[in-house]
Nanobody
Framework: QVQLVESGGGLVQAGGSLRLSCAAS????????MGWFRQAPGRVREFVAG????????AYEDSVKGRFTISRDDAKNTVYLQMNSLKSEETAVYYC?????????????????WGQGTQVTVSS
């Protein structure tokens, strides 16, 4: 059973930065595509960023392009999300997810495993 544990969330002022981490265990991490999603209260879970199994292809939601960067370290079984220039409307619970086919997906239903989430609060 694959387990994903997010960390790095917290409270930050608008314009600030945070780096989220997601540590995986119990599976073949290096063969999985990984994604980050977020869900604000009363809203649907939305795609933020994804990376394929090789780390050679990434995808981003339009509003985060140029500010967020997804990366992976297969030696540590960890995927990261560097978030810069954060905005108050990006306050949400951020989730990481694993897609066992290895290809970047932007739809939550395509992901097979999910973490419990980490809260990111951006104050204005």
């Amino acid at each position: 059973q694959v387990q994903l544990v997010e960390s790095g969330g917290g409270l930050v002022q608008a314009g600030g930065s945070l780096r989220l981490s997601c540590a995986a265990s119990g599976g073949a991490f290096s063969s999985y595509a990984m994604g980050w999603f977020r869900q604000a209260p009363g809203r649907v879970r939305e795609f933020v960023a994804g990376i394929n199994w090789r780390g050679s292809r990434t995808a981003y939601e339009d509003s985060v392009k140029g500010r967020f960067t997804i990366s992976r370290d297969d030696a540590k079984n960890t995927v990261y999300l560097q978030m810069n220039s954060l905005k108050s409307e990006e306050t949400a619970v951020y989730y990481c997810a694993a897609e066992t086919g290895g290809f970047v997906a932007v739809v939550a239903a395509n992901y097979d495993y999910w973490g419990q989430g980490t809260q990111v609060t951006v104050s204005s």
